[in-house]
T-cell receptor
Framework: NAGVTQTPKFQVLKTGQSMTLQCAQD?????MSWYRQDPGMGLRLIHYSVGAGITDQGEVPNGYNVSRSTTEDFPLRLLLAAPSQTSVYFCASSYSSGDTGELFFGEGSRLTVL | GQSLEQPSEVTAVEGAIVQINCTYQTSGFYGLSWYQQHDGGAPTFLSY????GLEETGRFSSFLSRSDSYGYLLLQELQMKDSASYFCAANSGYSTLTFGKGTMLLVSP
């Protein structure tokens, strides 16, 4: 009964480095998305996917890349890390039918860019 | 663009009732969700209103008025464990949500 699993939970990067945040869900959800949360802010949508092979940009996509080769996995790539990308990143998934506004979130990945 | 406004902080005592309001300006609005987030944790879903009216789930209720672009979350019989941040979020379709900045609820004995 894993739900949405994110790795790593914590990461420190230097400016200019790249890395991938992993996200996997075992609920056979079609919809998956990535959000970032900064202090005093709500969550902001980075990228989302409505199914394998289909991705689209959210509100703050610059500096991030995604792909969806399987239903289960939705990795988020930081191309050239910048201090402005220091944040907590949440992956989420949801049912496609009914569009109930209910997202299932992972526990978050806390990223610091120095 | 889309924006949601909610109070930054609300305080209440155990056993009381508290209402957290949310006004929104969005395009392509499908409904309003509410999430709870304890410090350092993941957001957890509380309720969703796609239609006007009141939805009740145990001690929590949520209301939506599409004509007023307004909703609220009502928490009854407050408990200490309800101290958390609460977010309203507008669904723009495909479960892509635009979140408000959150309301920190402090429940005191």
């Amino acid at each position: 009964n894993a739900g949405v699993t994110q790795t790593p939970k914590f990461q420190v990067l230097k400016t200019g480095q790249s890395m991938t945040l992993q996200c996997a869900q075992d609920m056979n959800h079609e919809y998956m998305s990535w959000y970032r949360q900064d202090p005093g802010m709500g969550l902001r949508l980075i990228h989302y996917s409505v199914g394998a092979g289909i991705t689209d940009q959210g509100e703050v996509p610059n500096g991030y890349n995604v792909s969806r080769s399987t239903t289960e996995d939705f990795p988020l790539r930081l191309l050239l890390a910048a201090p402005s990308q220091t944040s907590v990143y949440f992956c989420a998934s949801s049912y496609s039918s009914g569009d109930t506004g209910e997202l299932f979130f992972g526990e978050g990945s806390r990223l610091t860019v120095l | 663009g889309q924006s949601l406004e909610q109070p930054s902080e609300v305080t209440a005592v155990e056993g009381a009732i508290v209402q957290i309001n949310c006004t929104y300006q969005t395009s392509g609005f499908y409904g309003l969700s509410w999430y709870q987030q304890h410090d350092g944790g993941a957001p957890t879903f509380l309720s969703y209103n796609a239609l006007d009216g009141l939805e009740e789930t145990g001690r929590f209720s949520s209301f939506l008025s599409r004509s007023d672009s307004y909703g609220y979350l009502l928490l009854q019989e407050l408990q200490m464990k309800d101290s958390a941040s609460y977010f309203c979020a507008a669904n723009s379709g495909y479960s892509t949500l635009t979140f408000g900045k959150g309301t920190m609820l402090l429940v005191s004995p």
